[in-house]
Nanobody, 120 residues
Framework: VQLQASGGGLVQAGGSLRLSCAAS????????MGWYRQAPGKERELVAV???????NYADSVKGRFTISRDNAKNTVYLQMNSLKPEDTAVYYC???????????????WGQGTLVTVSS
């Protein structure tokens, strides 16, 4: 299983970006899908998560600005980021909990990271 993230880039404060993360390989089922980020000198933090039951949770710092969504048929998770701030600058990593068989346990898979830079 591989995750491919895309959509990062340079944007001015107040702008928008949409991140995508598509999983490929031998996928039987997917549970939670999420986005994390790591800013320079800081630990990786949860940004948003979407559960298999379609509930979502967000970090307080992005509530009202970011929206996570998923397309289970495409094994893809998205992160729509609006009203971006310089403090949103970080490498964004996607995560999907995937099992490759009906009897297997779910494992965490990570994308390669995509850089988001917000200029002031």
């Amino acid at each position: 299983v591989q995750l491919q993230a895309s959509g990062g880039g340079l944007v001015q404060a107040g702008g928008s970006l949409r991140l995508s993360c598509a999983a490929s390989g031998s996928i039987f089922s997917t549970n939670a899908m999420g986005w994390y980020r790591q800013a320079p000198g800081k630990e990786r933090e949860l940004v948003a998560v979407s559960t298999s039951g379609d509930s979502t949770n967000y970090a307080d710092s992005v509530k009202g600005r970011f929206t996570i969504s998923r397309d289970n048929a495409k094994n893809t998770v998205y992160l729509q980021m609006n009203s971006l701030k310089p403090e949103d600058t970080a490498v964004y990593y996607c995560n999907q909990q995937i099992t490759t068989s009906w009897f297997g346990a779910f494992s965490n898979y990570w994308g390669q990271g995509t850089l988001v830079t917000v200029s002031s």
